[in-house]
């Protein structure tokens, strides 16, 4: 099995993230060859990606795509009520802690190598990755002068709406067909975190998520916003395909484990389905104390 982070959300005890040495060739992000590939394949080889000549350049008197967005507040949620309590709204508490290291860890790591598209996922349900996800993208949004976009992708049961109290917003599967453009899909909530969110459910989740279309629409709103990272919540990977289908447009998978039913043999599993379609940056482990 590979190394991996073991984070307990409840008391903040945390395993540092394997951060390896990278090359200079290494630090180019493997995402813009992929986004460089599948637009000269569409006819469109004279674009140019440089991450020295960011999108968000722009004259003074025209603002930039992500400034543009339509921004909207949150509900916040008291910390025992909601359906998924925003532990990081509370900076004192030791969950919250424990996301701003995963925070630290994660950028390290995205940094040395040049990557920004995070999938996260869990092996089945209920171990907590929509919240995993919400509360490191709102620790994430609190590091000035960076960008960070949460992409609701479980389509099968979208969560990051209800986990912040936002109702009615986004049209996924429009956007994700190409028919809601990104600047009218996404919102912002804050200076630095930006949402793509869905308002229910998709029956064909899996066929979208193949769907060319959906490749092209998260490019277009990579290079429209260029922000430093990107999360996508995902389904649980053994209880669907969704997940295989969509690992070509992560650079890699933190995986969210429930430290109180989630067995070691669920874990290769997903580091088998995983194999050399992206990386596994780590493993957070919820709710470990209860474990022991």
């Known amino acids: 099995m590979r190394d991996y982070?073991?984070?307990?959300?409840a008391s903040s005890e945390s395993m540092v993230l394997p951060l390896n040495e990278v090359s200079e060739t290494e630090r180019m992000t493997r995402q813009d060859r992929k986004i460089f590939r599948r637009k000269a394949a569409r006819g469109q080889g004279n674009v140019t990606m440089s991450m020295n000549a960011p999108v968000r350049n722009l004259p003074a008197s025209l603002p930039a795509p992500w400034d543009r967005l339509h921004r909207v507040k949150p509900g916040l949620l008291d910390i025992n009520g909601g359906p998924a309590a925003l532990v990081s709204l509370f900076r004192e508490d030791p969950a919250a802690r424990a996301f701003?290291?995963?925070?630290t860890r994660l950028m390290q790591t995205l940094r040395a190598r040049g990557w920004s598209r995070v999938a996260i996922a869990a092996p089945t349900s209920g171990c907590g990755a929509t919240f995993t996800a919400v509360n490191l993208a709102l620790s994430l949004?609190?590091?000035?002068?960076?960008?960070?976009?949460?992409?609701?992708m479980n389509r099968r049961n979208p969560g990051v709406a209800n986990a912040l109290?936002?109702?009615?917003?986004?049209?996924?599967?429009?956007?994700?067909?190409?028919?809601?453009?990104?600047?009218?899909?996404?919102?912002?909530?804050?200076?630095?975190?930006?949402?793509?969110l869905a308002d229910g459910p998709d029956r064909n989740a899996a066929e979208t998520l193949h769907d060319p279309r959906c490749a092209h629409a998260l490019d277009e709103m990579m290079l429209s916003l260029n922000p430093d990272v990107v999360l996508y919540d995902l389904p649980p990977i053994l209880s669907f395909d969704d997940a295989a289908a969509f690992l070509?447009?992560?650079?890699?998978?933190?995986?969210?484990?429930?430290?109180?039913?989630?067995?070691?043999?669920?874990?290769?599993?997903?580091?088998?389905?995983?194999?050399?379609?992206?990386?596994?940056?780590?493993?957070?482990?919820?709710?470990?104390?209860?474990?022991?």
């Open 5 to 9: 982070l073991d984070m307990d959300v």
């Open 100 to 103: 701003d290291l995963l925070r």
């Open 165 to 196: 109290g936002l109702q009615g917003v986004g049209d996924m599967e429009g956007f994700l067909r190409g028919d809601v453009a990104t600047g009218d899909h996404l919102v912002r909530c804050s200076e630095g975190l930006a949402l793509g």
């Open 141 to 152: 949004a609190r590091v000035p002068e960076t960008r960070t976009v949460l992409m609701d």
């Open 248 to 292: 070509p447009q992560v650079d890699a998978l933190l995986l969210v484990a429930d430290g109180t039913k989630t067995t070691a043999a669920q874990i290769r599993s997903c580091e088998d389905l995983l194999g050399d379609q992206g990386e596994l940056l780590g493993v957070v482990l919820n709710q470990a104390r209860n474990s022991h």
